[in-house]
């Protein structure tokens, strides 16, 4: 127990200290490294069997399409198993996004809102997959990749989406969209809580082989800090704050062509929080 506190602890202080915020394009900053997941919890939602944009399939039908998501074993960000079939034959290539809301029982994917984005950065400039903490939380195809081939998997770690119902990049009571290059939404669904792992089949129980467990593999992440629910939006509900431009409206926050490496209050706190443990001991 003691060895599991140290290791804790000094992992914590480990991603604060290796975290910068980079170039800025949210109004709240950048996303932040989720470090508390909780483990073994699993959500997952699927395509229902016809097309919310009827015109894609006129004979009827829809894409097959699933998104599974677990907290990374060490709870720092989650691993998603996606997986897409049977697309539109024109129209790609196609993206998916956690939305802002989950979907309605008439199955309209409009009423999902925009995507995931509790930092306000806004969809107008596209995501740098090179930089996914400048991205928006929800914008997985823009960090992950687009769907170019049919069929379409793809198994990754996101250090920015959260399992917790606590923190503003929590997505278990949302949903995901399948939309075309141009945007139109396709089809979409609900996450919901599943009973485990196996129930989705196949589910990884480490970090994918091609995505580190640290976050120290991303250049420039800014470090998890404390944020209270009125700053970010109902804890639970991944909600933008009320303060924040329109979704896919311009960040009026300037950009910074290099961006400023800095230790915020969270790495402070955490290198002092291990720093005095282990003087305890």
Do not use: W
């Not at 009827?54 to 677990?70: E, L, Q």
């Not at 278990?172 to 809580?193: D, M, P, Q, W, Y």
């Not at 009026?252 to 209050?265: E, F, M, Q």
């Amino acid at each position: 127990m003691l060895s599991t506190a140290i290791f804790v602890l000094l992992s914590a202080a480990a991603v604060a200290a290796a975290s910068t915020d980079g170039p800025l394009t949210g109004e709240l900053g950048n996303a932040t490294v989720v470090v508390n997941n909780p483990a073994g919890i699993v959500y997952a939602g699927s395509l229902p069997q016809t097309a919310n944009f009827k015109a894609a399939y006129p004979d009827g039908g829809n894409a097959k399409g699933s998104i599974a998501a677990v907290a990374n074993p060490n709870g720092i960000g989650v691993l998603f198993k996606v997986s897409f079939s049977n697309l539109p034959k024109e129209g790609g290539p196609f993206t998916y996004h956690i939305h802002q809301a989950p979907v309605p029982e008439d199955g309209n994917c409009t009423a999902t809102l925009a995507h995931l984005d509790p930092f306000g950065r806004g969809d107008t400039v596209p995501c740098d997959a090179s930089l996914p903490q400048t991205c928006q939380v929800g914008d997985l195809s823009g960090k992950h990749g687009a769907i170019k081939s049919d069929p379409f998997e793809a198994t990754y770690l996101d250090q920015f989406a959260s399992t917790n119902p606590d923190q503003p990049s929590y997505f278990g009571n949302l949903s995901f969209v399948l939309h075309f290059a141009n945007k139109t939404r396709i089809s979409c669904a609900n996450f919901e809580k599943v009973a485990d792992a196996s129930s989705v089949g196949g589910f990884p129980t480490s970090s994918p082989s091609d995505c580190a467990a640290s976050p120290t593999s991303y250049p420039n992440i800014t470090t998890p800090t404390a944020q209270s629910s009125s700053a970010l939006g109902t804890a639970g509900n991944g909600a933008a704050p009320t303060t924040l431009p329109p979704q896919g409206s311009p960040s009026t926050v300037p950009v910074s062509p290099n961006g400023a490496t800095r230790l915020n209050s969270g790495a402070a706190g955490a290198l002092a929080l291990a720093a005095a443990f282990l003087f305890m001991l």
